[in-house]
């Protein structure tokens, strides 16, 4: 007798989770050979949290009560809409970010993920990190979101000083975070990254330094460090403000920062971007598609895209945000399919500033594989900063193939031309 469809399709899911979850414990694979148009990233923005942090602006909510099968729905038809719009045949890494995604159900992660693969192809090798904090996560809750196809954590661990935690307006202490750091390195071995916050009001540098030897006891291949940005609006500008709390010195933050790397350093961790390191060769995919200027899709409230909507014949990049509010958010896509809220085509110039303003956060720098995509006239993201017309200057004397155009034209020349 033949299987019900549904029912064979999420024996197929599950098979394809437990390859992910194999390959999250293999070696890292080679860099995919598909053309740049035809592959994306994929974020998805789960908009709600517990608590209100004291230092955070980002796109989050603190609801009375989720309806989560609502939300969950419109998550799954919004990022088909996307990837059918796109043309993208294969998405390299997912993204569940937030707010607190550890609070979503893994069902939603699972369901998220098999609607991705139905549209597009999610290969069992690519990278599907979820943001968890450390109350929100633990080791049972984790090991579902594995199950459901979660193979890298990022974990807010933000400070191992209570105080600092208090001051920041976490519901963790620095033991709750070490303990969800315990399991998730159980879980997920050499698939785990930490946030860890420098520059905040009053700080020290040697206990912050101590903060971080602690962790290089404890931690896994990947760290962020994130220096505090006071934004506007929040509970801790307000409190600096109003001179409750001293202003972060920003001395103090650069030392912390130059002695920190020193010391990621030379416990053989790869610095592969401003606020990022990674030993082992854990970088961030999903992160380093954005930086090479690589495509993605943006999901859920608030979520920013970059692709060539080549799925309804677009040939110009552009730059997308969804519809901030949960609910208004809600709304749209279930109306539309979608709740793109704005989108911005790239020009030329655009393109080029966002190749090296994202270039030079890394470590490689701008190179002429990741600028050939833009800088010549030859199919890649579907878009070139100088089509052949408008460019004689620096159009080889050949032939337009990228590597002979990108030799004979180094992008401080194109930079020159502008
Ligand atoms: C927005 S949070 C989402 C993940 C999760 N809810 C959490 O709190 O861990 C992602 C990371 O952004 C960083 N972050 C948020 N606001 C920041 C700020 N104002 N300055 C520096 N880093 C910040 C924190 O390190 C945090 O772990
Ligand atoms: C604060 S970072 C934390 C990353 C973490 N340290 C790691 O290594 O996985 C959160 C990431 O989520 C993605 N992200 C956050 N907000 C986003 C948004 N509104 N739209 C698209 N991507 C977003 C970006 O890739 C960003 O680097
Ligand atoms: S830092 Fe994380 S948990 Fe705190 S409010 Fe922001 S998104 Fe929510």
């Not at 969800?180 to 050499?190: K, M, N, S, Y």
């Not at 403000?241 to 416990?267: F, T």
């Not at 899709?297 to 014949?313: I, K, N, T």
């Not at 393109?351 to 030079?360: H, I, K, P, Q």
Request: charged share 20%; aromatic share 6%; net charge neutral.
């Amino acid at each position: 007798m033949a299987l019900p469809a549904a029912r064979a399709r999420g024996w197929a899911a599950a098979v394809k989770m437990a390859q992910r979850r194999r390959h999250a414990e293999a070696p890292r694979g080679s860099p995919s050979r598909a053309p740049p148009g035809s592959r994306a990233a994929l974020y998805v923005h789960w908009p709600y949290c517990e608590k209100r942090c004291s230092y955070c602006n980002f796109n989050k909510y603190i609801p009375r009560g989720v309806e989560e099968a609502a939300m969950r729905s419109c998550l799954v038809t919004e990022a088909q809409t996307l990837l059918r719009l796109s043309g993208v045949q294969r998405v390299e890494s997912v993204f569940f970010g937030g707010g607190t995604p550890s609070l979503a159900s893994p069902n939603t992660v699972a369901a998220v993920l098999e609607a991705v693969d139905q549209i597009s192809h999610l290969p069992a090798d690519s990278e599907v990190t979820l943001e968890a904090n450390p109350t929100s996560a633990p080791g049972s809750r984790l090991a579902a979101f594995g199950a459901a196809g979660v193979n890298r954590l990022s974990i807010g661990l933000q400070s191992l000083d209570d105080t600092e935690l208090q001051l920041l307006g976490r519901t963790h202490s620095a033991r709750d975070a070490l303990q969800t750091l315990a399991e998730a390195r159980r879980l997920f071995p050499g698939r785990v990254s930490v946030d860890l916050m420098l520059g905040l009001p009053a700080q020290q540098v040697g206990p912050w330094l101590g903060q971080l030897r602690t962790l290089l006891g404890c931690c896994d291949d990947h760290l962020s460090l994130y220096q505090l940005t006071l934004e506007r609006g929040t509970a801790l500008f307000t409190q600096v403000q109003r001179g409750a709390l001293p202003a972060p010195d920003p001395e103090l933050a650069a030392e912390m920062y130059q002695e920190g790397r020193a010391m990621l350093r030379e416990v053989g961790f790869r610095q592969y971007e401003v606020s990022n390191f990674a030993r082992n060769g854990a970088l961030s995919t999903h992160n380093w598609t954005y930086w090479q200027c690589g495509q993605y899709l943006g999901v859920g409230p608030g979520a920013h895209g970059r692709f060539v909507p080549q799925g309804a014949g677009g040939h110009t990049r552009e730059a997308r945000i969804q519809t901030l509010e949960p609910d208004n958010w809600m709304k749209e896509v279930m109306l539309f399919g979608h709740g793109t809220r704005r989108r911005v085509p790239l020009g030329q110039l655009e393109l080029l500033e966002e190749v090296l303003a994202m270039g030079l956060r890394t470590d490689v720098g701008i190179t002429h594989q990741a600028c050939s995509c833009y800088v010549c006239p030859v199919p890649g993201l579907g878009v070139s900063v100088f089509p052949p017309k408008e460019a004689p200057a620096v159009r080889p004397s050949t032939s337009w193939d990228r590597t002979s155009c990108c030799k004979e034209n180094p992008i401080i020349e194109i930079i020159g031309l502008l």
